[in-house]
């Protein structure tokens, strides 16, 4: 199971940026709605679309595929 | 060489091994609930656990763990350490559950007959809806006593009592050349509404449990009676049933005692131990006011299995199950007895 | 020819059988042979000699080859464990360590029918240990050894 991205169904909302809990731990400001400071999380939006940096950090809990209202994240 | 047969059937699978005796393995994915000590306990690591939070959350059409039939040697101990049954192993088709050689867990769920009253609150609490209570109440009629007498000269058949009355008892034909009152003395409880609201007083009626009381009801005609009725296979005797019987008739023994500590620092709220536990231990605690603070996950241990699924799933660690003690027959194996003892330091 | 070598080792055991005190009627019954066919073996007839010295050799390889060449001869599980039983050169004795897990794999590998699971746990008999090593090769938690307890049988030329 790995975590995927189809960066022609977003929609840019950020959702899976906030929702995630490892990004959350990695990057406690992403949770207020700003952009994070390290590329070291696991995804965030870029130009307008989602974009996965670090995606072996994915523990697969299945949040972020939860909360996205597109399909555009994904595990697989 | 020997070699085992996998046969997949949707979600679950058997595997075989059939030589001197048949030994079958057989995953039932409905049952499973995806704690992972099958896969810490496999002597030969053949089992994979799948992600539960993701199969669980977005109904992934993927079986919850996966055994390596090359690998599986069918020595039983994932059945026997599965605390809520979800691989079960037969030799000569006969449950290891069933040979007293095998040790097993000693746990139980069970409902007093006697005692029930069958409330059918276990059956609505039950995360797992293990329980089913059939039940079958009194008849109404017994219960009531009165006289209701309709003066067909004097109804005008304007179906008000129809309309009003609160337990469809009396059904009024309007239509002209038929017209009739019909009153279901079975149904009627002798509310008097009929009576109180016909324009032309063509009703008679009477309570007679107001002026006699229980004088002329049977009261062994009120009760009402019915069984019970827990699901063996789903039940994980997390202790809901026990917890919540108004009357004390469920009694619920687990298998394993310890504790769940969830670090609140570490918890994000996302929420993905609370849709994994199979026995609704965890949840979103409500707001207890404005500028009051709530732990992010709330908890109810009483009905925790400590199974560890929650654990497992956490995606930031922010969760400890222990295993303090573990309840399971005596075996004479050794390799066995330890896999059983493991449990506490997993 | 794989049916001389056969034919060799029925009459090896056969010699081990009369050395043990069986009458032709019973060595002829035990190996599932002719009465006459005994009598020929235990007189010295009937064989080539040559067969008699493959067999011997084979008797004589590592219990597994022994064991093995003997299935491939006799394609008859029953038959190859009699003989084996009959002409192995060595006793065996095994410790099954607690780490047996009694997942059974011993006792479907033995071609000799001397492993049983006893509470579980794998149980091995020496008498009918051939020493082949199958169940230890096959154990996944290497909970199997194998003894040789002592080598005092020759074979004479009858």
């Given amino acids: ?76 | 060489m020997i070699a085992n047969t996998k046969e997949v059937k949707d979600k679950g699978f058997d595997i075989k091994r059939s030589a001197e005796e048949i030994r079958n393995l057989s995953f039932k994915d409905h049952v499973c609930i995806g704690c992972g000590i099958c896969e810490s306990t496999c002597p030969v690591e053949a089992i994979k656990v799948g992600n539960i939070g993701p199969i669980v959350r977005n109904e992934m059409d993927i079986p919850k763990l996966e055994i390596d039939e090359e690998k599986c040697v069918l020595c039983g101990m994932c059945s026997g350490i599965c605390p809520v049954n979800a691989l079960d192993f037969t030799i000569d088709n006969k449950s290891i559950s069933d040979i007293d050689t095998y040790p097993k867990y000693i746990a139980s769920a069970e409902i007093d007959d006697e005692t029930c009253i069958h409330c059918q609150r276990c059956e609505v609490a039950c995360p797992r809806e293990a329980i089913t209570i059939p039940r079958s109440l009194p008849e109404r009629s017994k219960l009531v006593t009165g006289e209701i007498e309709v003066n067909e000269d004097t109804c005008i058949h304007c179906g008000i009592c129809d309309e009003m009355c609160p337990t469809d008892a009396i059904d009024v034909n309007r239509i002209p050349g038929e017209e009739s009152i019909l009153i279901n003395k079975d149904k009627c409880v002798y509310c008097l509404i009929c009576k109180k609201s016909c324009p032309v007083n063509a009703i008679k009626a009477a309570c007679r449990s107001c002026s006699y009381g229980e004088y002329d009801i049977d009261m062994s005609d009120a009760v009402t009676t019915g069984s019970s009725f827990i699901d063996d296979e789903t039940c994980v005797k997390c202790g809901w049933c026990e917890e919540i019987c108004p009357v004390d008739a469920a009694k619920v023994k687990k298998q394993f005692k310890g504790t769940l500590n969830i670090d609140q620092d570490k918890c994000t709220t996302c929420g993905t131990c609370i849709d994994v536990c199979p026995c609704d231990v965890l949840s979103f605690p409500e707001s207890a006011g404005p500028a009051t603070r709530v732990p992010n996950v709330g908890k109810e241990e009483q009905y925790c299995i400590h199974c560890g699924a929650c654990e497992r799933a956490c995606p930031t660690d922010a969760i400890d199950v222990k295993i303090t003690d573990v309840d399971y027959t005596p075996t004479k194996s050794k390799s066995w007895v330890d896999k059983f003892e493991a449990l506490k330091n997993r | 020819m794989p049916k001389h070598i056969a034919s060799g080792l029925k009459y090896l055991a056969a010699i081990e059988l009369k050395k043990k005190g069986f009458n032709q009627q019973l060595i002829a019954d035990e190996l599932e042979i002719d009465r006459s066919t005994v009598s020929h073996y235990l007189n010295g007839r009937n064989l080539s000699w040559n067969s008699i010295d493959v067999a011997k050799t084979v008797t004589s390889m590592c219990p597994k080859d022994f064991l093995i060449m003997t299935q491939s001869l006799f394609k008859d599980t029953d038959k190859t464990r009699k003989i084996v039983s009959i002409c192995k050169n060595n006793e065996f004795e095994a410790e099954v360590a607690d780490s047996c897990i009694a997942c059974g794999l011993c006792v479907d590998l033995c071609l000799m029918k001397a492993v049983s699971l006893n509470s579980l746990k794998a149980q091995i008999d020496s008498i009918c240990c051939c020493g082949c090593l199958l169940c230890k090769e096959g154990c996944p938690t290497n909970s199997i050894k194998i003894l040789e307890v002592k080598n005092d049988r020759e074979y004479e030329r009858g």
């Fill in chain 1, 1 to 76: 199971m790995e975590l995927n991205v189809n960066q022609d169904n977003c929609l840019g909302c950020g959702v899976c940026v906030v929702a995630c809990p490892v990004n959350v731990s990695i990057s406690p400001e992403v949770s207020g709605g700003h952009g994070s400071r390290t590329e070291e999380i696991i995804m965030m939006v870029e130009n307008g679309v989602i974009k996965l940096f670090s995606k072996e950090k994915c523990e697969k809990c299945g949040t972020c595929q939860m909360f996205c209202p597109v399909d555009a994240i994904f595990l697989e």
